[in-house]
T-cell receptor, first 112, second 115 residues
Framework: AQSVTQPDIHITVSEGASLELRCNYS??????LFWYVQSPGQGLQLLLK??????LVQGIKGFEAEFKRSQSSFNLRKPSVHWSDAAEYFC??????????FGSGTKLNVKP | DAGVIQSPRHEVTEMGQEVTLRCKPI?????LFWYRQTMMRGLELLIY????????DSGMPEDRFSAKMPNASFSTLKIQPSEPRDSAVYFC?????????????FGSGTRLTVV
């Protein structure tokens, strides 16, 4: 069965520190992989996506993610976090136009 | 492009009343998805359409929920009768063609409160 696991419910980092949010998935084939960000009261915005090619993908707002097939992971990273990055982050997997499976989300808090 | 447009942004209704949520997908996107988000259950896919045809409605919680897509530019999600446990944020998302690799574009959501 398809599933997405985000093991960290909450993460707090200091402004300027590096960030890594974890995502592991279970899927029958190599899926398309996504990270979304949701600010309070807002919809989900696509940060980045992977569906083939280079396993390190760059996204908006200085985020990047690396697909590791052997670990079934797609972790999100940012070298230096800004206070405006405080939000909830969702990992999602899917294929073609079928339904995507979302993780339960990781809430990021940024300390000044 | 105005993105995916949902209305209303907020809806407060009394238990037993009918509620209709509306969505206008991005022009040219031919897949549309309705999601529900709650603290307890996270994001749940309710139903999705491709070329205005419902493809999978297995996530619709019960018969009180129904969704339609009469044309490529409009979809509704109806709850009748509404119950307090339906309180949630309902998102609509659209996708171009069979381009799953593009990722969904989400609307801003409708926050539904049933009292």
């Amino acid at each position: 069965a398809q599933s997405v696991t985000q093991p960290d419910i909450h993460i707090t980092v200091s402004e300027g520190a590096s960030l890594e949010l974890r995502c592991n998935y279970s899927y029958g084939a190599t899926p398309y992989l996504f990270w979304y960000v949701q600010s309070p009261g807002q919809g989900l915005q696509l940060l980045l996506k992977y569906f083939s090619g280079d396993t390190l993908v760059q996204g908006i707002k200085g985020f990047e993610a690396e697909f590791k097939r052997s670990q079934s992971s797609f972790n999100l990273r940012k070298p230096s976090v800004h206070w405006s990055d405080a939000a909830e982050y969702f990992c999602a997997v899917g294929r073609n136009f079928n339904k995507f499976y979302f993780g339960s989300g990781t809430k990021l808090n940024v300390k000044p | 492009d105005a993105g995916v447009i949902q209305s209303p942004r907020h809806e407060v209704t009394e238990m037993g009343q009918e509620v209709t949520l509306r969505c206008k997908p991005i022009s040219g996107h031919n897949s549309l998805f309705w999601y529900r988000q709650t603290m307890m259950r996270g994001l749940e896919l309710l139903i999705y359409f491709n070329n205005n045809v419902p493809i999978d409605d297995s996530g619709m919680p019960e018969d009180r929920f129904s969704a339609k897509m009469p044309n490529a530019s409009f979809s509704t999600l109806k709850i009748q009768p509404s119950e307090p446990r339906d309180s949630a944020v309902y998102f609509c998302a659209s996708l171009p063609g069979q381009g799953g690799g593009y990722g969904y574009t989400f609307g801003s959501g409708t926050r539904l409160t049933v009292v």
